[in-house]
């Protein structure tokens, strides 16, 4: 039977909800049944072999629904696979170099024993909530840093292992 694998999000405008949508499609190419919420609509995570977890960087912290979700359903977490990702930078340095997660996103990490996490460019755009992501686009500093090729790349490694762990059941 497929894994089922929980691909759960923090977001203010929807940029990472859309990174999450992303990683759910590879997942379900990959033979994987995911299912695609927002963090703060997760009630248990029992149900699932796995979790992908992934918030928007907001001042240098997750999104406060991703980190409540950790707080709610840490103890799950930890007994299986979890993969964590970021999305913040409003500039290409992401896809130029592998950028290591926020202090609170590594507490995480090891807290959890989460397999592996990644930081992917954001997108912040016309229309954006919040006075400050106003502010900075307004200034001419969003836009959308996105590398769909590499979160596409990042998800695949993720189906990879768990069909692997799968047939070794």
Not at 83 to 97: H, I, K, Q, T, V
Request: aromatic content about 6%.
């Amino acid at each position: 039977m497929p894994a089922s694998v929980l691909v759960a999000y923090g977001t203010t405008n929807g940029s990472t909800a859309q990174i999450a949508e992303a990683v759910a499609e590879v997942l379900r190419k990959g033979g994987l049944i995911p299912d695609l919420l927002p963090a703060r609509s997760v009630v248990d995570v029992t149900p699932y072999d796995a979790v992908v977890l992934g918030s928007g960087l907001y001042a240098g912290r997750w999104h406060r629904d991703a980190r409540r979700f950790v707080s709610r359903h840490g103890r799950q977490l930890a007994e299986r696979p979890l993969w964590l990702f970021s999305s913040g930078p409003l500039d290409s340095s992401a896809s130029e170099r592998d950028i290591p997660p926020v202090r609170g996103v590594r507490r995480t990490m090891v807290r959890l024993g989460a397999r592996s996490h990644v930081t992917f460019g954001g997108c912040l755009e016309e229309g954006a909530k919040g006075r400050i992501a106003q502010s900075i686009v307004r200034n001419g500093k969003g836009g959308d840093f996105r590398d769909f090729g590499a979160i596409e790349d990042w998800a695949a490694r993720i189906a990879a292992e768990l069909a692997a762990a799968q047939q070794k059941k």
